[in-house]
């Protein structure tokens, strides 16, 4: 009996749009994240999709540490190199903020003091 049930929920008009609604939230979030306004989009200049060492010059601090945030070691960072890199960023800024010490090493992820 909770079958059928299933399969008529699942056949009703009402849970098909519901359904092609949650795709489409979940298509423009992955395109918002992917736009050409993105920090990623505006450091890529040449659009292959990755930013080099280059393209890092205008942002400061991933040109500082661009090697760091290279977790392949393949010269580029790709987008999710990136937002990894950004992660960091804001953690140790917000550690910061909130302890008053100086921010964290990012390559151990806290300060040893």
């Not at 299933?6 to 736009?35: H, M, Y």
Request: no cysteine.
């Amino acid at each position: 009996m909770a079958g059928a049930v299933a399969i008529a929920l699942a056949a009703s008009p009402a849970f098909a749009a519901q359904q092609a609604k949650e795709r489409t939230a979940v298509g423009t979030v992955g395109a918002e994240t992917r736009s050409s306004d993105s920090g990623f989009a505006r450091l890529d200049r040449n659009n292959d999709g990755y930013i080099s060492k280059a393209e890092s010059v205008r942002d400061p601090a991933l040109k500082k540490d661009f090697a760091k945030f290279d977790l392949n070691h393949d010269g580029k960072l790709n987008r999710a190199e990136y937002l990894a890199a950004g992660a960091k960023e804001d953690i140790s800024s917000l550690v910061h903020k909130v302890t008053g010490k100086e921010k964290a090493s990012s390559s151990t992820g806290s300060s040893a003091k």
